[in-house]
């Protein structure tokens, strides 16, 4: 039978994969969206000055405007182009692919710590094993990418929202989404100012999630 420690380890555990999965599944989808984002532009805005340039062609009265048609659309596809090499050097399609494959592995984990929690099997400590070896081994190439206070912060809400639990600052259980001032649980709508959040938590108080 498994100890209390042993059952609570599990809670924590699945909480955590759980915030880790929030985490990389929105990483993954902002990235996505910029992708398409770009493609589309990249894509419409010939086609755009394309069809305007070929339309003002049949209207004399308008042709004066041509010139600065032009130059209007060469400024908008180098923009594109600045972003096509930024995308390419901050690897926005390894993002959305990492961060899609860590999503679904997480939450394979959150969910079996869950399971050993909530109905421990006979065989629990071998399942118990194996699933803190995936977890760890999961949790060391999710450490390779990195994740950013702020998101450890909102991944935590997240998982404090889905387990319905209290965050250990705040005494809250969130109900949403929305970022506080709290400094396990919110303060990550990036608005915020240093001053306010060390007026908040001058320790920084970031330790629950780590
Ligand atoms: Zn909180």
Redesign the pocket.
């Given at each position: 039978m498994p100890t209390d420690e042993e059952i609570q380890d599990c809670w924590d555990r699945s909480l955590r994969a759980f915030g880790t999965a929030h985490i990389f599944e929105r990483r993954s989808r902002g990235a996505k969206r910029r992708i398409r984002v770009l493609s589309f532009v990249g894509m419409a805005v010939p086609v755009l000055v394309g069809g305007l340039v070929a339309s003002l062609l049949g209207m004399p009265a308008l042709q004066p405007y041509l010139g600065v048609l032009i130059a209007i659309g060469g400024v908008l596809a180098t923009v594109q182009l600045v972003f096509s090499i930024w995308s390419l050097l901050a690897k926005w399609e390894d993002t959305t692919s990492y961060g899609s494959e860590s999503s679904i592995d997480n939450l394979e984990i959150s969910d079996i710590f869950k399971g050993l929690a909530q109905k421990p099997p006979a065989d629990f400590a071998i399942n118990y094993e194996v699933a803190k070896e995936r977890d760890r081994a999961r949790s060391t190439q999710d450490l390779k990418i990195g994740v950013t206070d702020n998101e450890k912060r909102m991944g935590?809400?997240a998982a404090?929202r889905q387990f319905q639990k209290k965050?250990?600052?705040?005494?809250?259980v969130?109900r949403d989404m929305k970022p506080?001032t709290?400094?396990?649980?919110?303060n990550f709508g990036f608005r915020m100012t240093r001053k306010k959040v060390k007026e908040i938590s001058p320790g920084g108080g970031l330790k629950t999630y780590e």
């Open positions: 935590m809400r404090l965050c250990v600052a705040c005494g809250e969130p506080t709290c400094p396990v649980c919110g």
